[in-house]
């Protein structure tokens, strides 16, 4: 069974800077692509980041694009989200996912994960 840990989460002000990592324990052929993803209470989960255990592929969602990085080690054994010039809305639990999509769409969105860590909170103040 694949597990996922994240942790790094924390509070800081608008323009600062947190990184987030995703450790995952189990068998790693399982799936293919590492994504990491965002909710706020009473939205649905948003898809942030994601990419190949190969490291050669990535994708972001346009809210983060020029400030965010994903990267991974180890095919997929640990992952990261490099988030800078963090904005207010960036707030909210952020969460680990491994699983196989088929298109970038699915890579972005939470149907193309099967397995999900338990998250890890984002406090952003203005």
């Known amino acids: 069974q694949v597990q996922l840990v994240e942790s790094g989460g924390g509070s800081v002000q608008a323009g600062g800077s947190l990184r987030l990592s995703c450790v995952r324990s189990g068998p790693k052929y399982t799936f293919n692509f590492m994504g990491w993803f965002r909710q706020t209470p009473g939205k649905e989960r948003e898809g942030l980041a994601a990419i190949g255990t190969g490291g050669d592929i990535s994708y972001y969602a346009d809210s983060v694009k020029g400030r965010f990085t994903i990267s991974q080690e180890n095919a997929g054994s640990t992952v990261y989200l490099q988030m800078n010039n963090l904005k207010p809305e960036d707030a909210g639990m952020y969460f680990c996912?491994?699983?196989?999509?088929?298109?970038?769409?699915?890579?972005?969105?939470?149907?193309?994960?099967?397995?999900w860590g338990q998250g890890t909170q984002v406090n952003v103040s203005s």
């Open positions: 996912a491994a699983g196989s999509p088929w298109t970038e769409f699915q890579a972005l969105s939470r149907h193309g994960y099967n397995y």
